[in-house]
């Protein structure tokens, strides 16, 4: 926009009533300029966190009743539909302000919201894109409605263009419409799309400096600024708390694959702030695995391995090189398009950096200087993440690191040892259970990799595939002669919410199937939504590769291992908590601390006594209560230390106990035996 045109839209003008055919001027602010005047008044340009306030309540929150969404879809594209279609060969700007006017009034008359509005505008038929895009633009620059505008930068999502960028970066910053303003930038300026989001999500003092200084930055430049480069410093040194998407705007905002090949100072903080960017944009414990939205994944892997050799021989830094190569080995990583052989050259680059004589010392266990100050220039531990301790004070696996040690040692030979080689030449099939860095608070996957490929990420992407003991220990991978239908994998927010990853696994003559998959759609990304086809897999080598991932208990610890045991014994053992009646919730190793196994138990309230009848009712023996009433259910949670004694030992305690005394009266539903 030009300096008249952004006055005109900064000036507010009334105007008598119009027609509907007519083109009016408009009676306030468009959203565009009300947002930028907003902008021009914060100090240094800042990005307001979490938004600005829309002028007015928006339509949309009326109380007018809300339409079911396939009526108001349909409702939506027949108002909006024969305005796509080009008006005449010669059409003017006159043209596009008509047709943005008559959608003002249009939707003014529909109970549609901005989801109705996305969903449509994606699927409308564009009979000519010039035309739409400069409907867009009209929206999205003088529009004054919410869902106007939203149509605006749903076309633009479709069809914008460089020159749009300054309108969408300043709308994004509305608070309702900070999220299709990036959807739209997403599509044509990565690094300015993830500024938007930052400058709305982030929080915490470290991000939102690191906010101000790229928004004070005319090209985001961040290695050409002093203030910009100390305080993605400062962001990097904590990168291991950040969540995925956080992770991931952030690499994108800066750069960060160019500053890695740019950096002229050789900067080890920025090559380990690199590496615990990419661990964290590789999880699936919240969502979706967002380094397969990264567009820049493949470029950022290779620039840091390039430069992985510079970092300082500490235990922290050898885990996140560790956990970069785990990624690129069994992980999400597998999925991005690379080029034949450059993801192998990859991971023998990382191996060849953690061979090094000082580096095989760590895992050895003698991690020496690894005190959390790095050395040099590495000034990049991290108390609140853990690093540089070993386990934070999160993580709970002692100061000294220990557990960390033995991690590293397990899952390098598991990646880099004999085992690893068969495991390349293995067939189709590959269940692998991964155990990531400590210092993460969920640190225990089943991968599954169907001809190479991580199965969970790619057909469901809402969470991680569920743990090796309800998949391994239960045996439900095996199959039968029945067929039994399996849940892999579970939404992160449970699956009535977002729906989980079912497959039906059946032994069919000398093969076995897995076909008949029930799953929401995948969340948006850059794999495209496929159907899942009918995996047919030799009988025998299924049956040896289930039974060798069932009997692998080498990426286990002592508290896993007793877990496990516990588990075991419950389940082959059922009387031992039916007499107390009380049943297994989950056992395992607690989120905060892997050196605790959590034992959490299911149990009926026991009443006082003359309150309650026998059974679980109430009123049976003359107590107060109705006849038939169910007494209630409490949940027990016990946490057994691993104390050094063997797994075996600890594990056969723990059952003799729940065969001799009541876990009610284990503390109460929590603490230590």
């Given amino acids: 926009m030009n300096a008249p045109e952004e006055r005109a839209a900064l000036t507010p003008a009334s105007t008598p009533t119009a027609s509907p055919t007519s083109v009016p001027s408009a009676p306030a602010l468009s959203l565009y300029a009300y947002a930028l005047r907003l902008h021009r008044a914060e100090p240094g340009g800042r990005l307001p966190e979490g938004g600005y306030a829309l002028p007015a309540p928006p339509g949309r929150r009326s109380r007018r009743t809300r339409a079911p969404w396939k009526a108001a879809c349909a409702a939506l594209t027949e108002a ?23 959608i003002h009034l249009r939707l003014a008359d529909l109970s549609v919201r901005e989801g109705h509005v996305q969903f449509v505008v994606a699927e409308l038929p564009l009979e000519d894109e010039g035309w739409a895009r400069a409907l867009g633009r009209c929206l999205t620059r003088t529009g004054t409605g919410v869902m106007a505008v939203c149509v605006g930068l749903a076309l633009l999502t479709r069809l914008g263009e460089p020159e749009d960028v300054p309108y969408l970066r300043t709308l994004g910053q509305l608070k309702d419409l900070a999220g299709h303003a990036v959807r739209a930038l997403d599509a044509i300026d990565r690094p300015t799309a993830a500024l938007v989001w930052l400058g709305h999500y982030a929080s915490g003092p470290e991000l939102r400096a690191l906010v101000d200084a790229l928004a004070a930055v005319d090209d985001l430049s961040v290695g050409d600024d002093p203030s910009a480069r100390s305080r993605l410093d400062a962001v990097l040194r904590k990168a291991g708390a950040v969540r995925p998407e956080t992770a991931r705007r952030v690499a994108e905002a800066v750069r960060l694959a160019d500053l890695l090949r740019e950096d002229d100072a050789r900067d080890a903080g920025l090559v380990a702030g690199a590496g615990r960017l990419l661990r964290r944009m590789s999880s699936v414990n919240d969502d979706r695995a967002e380094i397969l939205a990264c567009p820049v994944a493949v470029g950022l ?13 500490t235990l922290d830094h050898y885990a996140t090189l560790l956990s970069v190569a785990l990624e690129l080995h069994s992980g999400p990583s597998r999925l991005l398009e690379w080029e034949t052989g450059r993801r192998e050259a990859l991971l023998d680059g990382l191996e060849s950096v953690l061979s090094r004589s000082a580096c095989r010392a760590l895992p050895d266990g003698e991690p020496a200087e690894d005190s959390g100050s790095g050395s040099g220039a590495d000034s990049d531990s991290d108390s609140d993440s853990g690093f540089g301790s070993g386990f934070g004070s999160g993580a709970g696996s002692g100061s000294d690191g220990q557990g960390r040690v033995e991690w590293a040692r397990s899952t390098a030979l598991r990646l880099f040892g004999r085992d690893a080689e068969r495991a390349a030449s293995a067939g189709r099939l590959r269940i692998e259970a991964t155990v990531l860095d400590p210092v993460d608070p969920y640190v225990v996957e089943t991968r599954i990799l ?11 992407g809402r969470g991680p595939a569920h743990s090796p003991e309800y998949l391994l220990d239960s045996g439900r991978l095996r199959a039968t002669g029945e067929p039994r ?29 897995w076909s008949d998959w029930r799953r929401p759609a995948p969340p948006l990304s850059l794999l495209p939504a ?28 002592p508290a896993r291992r007793a877990a496990r045991l516990i588990a075991a014994g419950v389940r082959d053992r059922p009387d031992l908590l039916t007499r107390w009646d009380a049943e297994p919730y989950w056992i395992g190793t607690d989120f905060r601390n892997r050196d605790i196994v959590a034992v959490s138990l299911r149990c009926r309230a026991r009443p006082a006594a003359g309150e309650n009848g026998r059974d679980g009712k109430n009123g049976e023996n003359g107590g107060d209560g109705e006849v038939g009433e169910e007494v209630p259910w409490q949940y027990v949670m016990w946490h057994i230390p691993a104390d050094g004694t063997a797994a075996e030992d600890l594990a056969a305690a723990a059952l003799r106990r729940l065969a001799t005394s009541d876990p009610r009266t284990y503390g109460g539903g929590g603490g230590s035996w």
């Fill in 301 to 313: 892997f290779e620039a840091f391995v390039v430069r992985a050799a510079e970092l300082p021989p």
């Fill in 450 to 460: 169907i001809d190479g490929l991580p199965l969970v990420p790619a057909a469901f």
């Fill in 530 to 557: 496929r159907e899942l086809p009918e995996y047919r897999f030799e009988a025998a080598a299924y049956d040896a590769e289930i039974a060798r991932a069932e009997n692998d208990h080498s990426w286990t610890w």
């Fill in 485 to 513: 239908e399996v849940q892999l994998a579970e939404a992160y927010c449970t699956e009535g919410c977002c729906g989980a990853l079912h497959v039906t696994i059946r032994r069919d003559g000398d093969h076995v199937v």
């Fill in 80 to 102: 909006l539909a024969p305005l796509m279609a080009v008006p005449g060969t010669a059409w003017t700007g006159a043209d596009t302000d008509r047709a943005a006017h008559r």
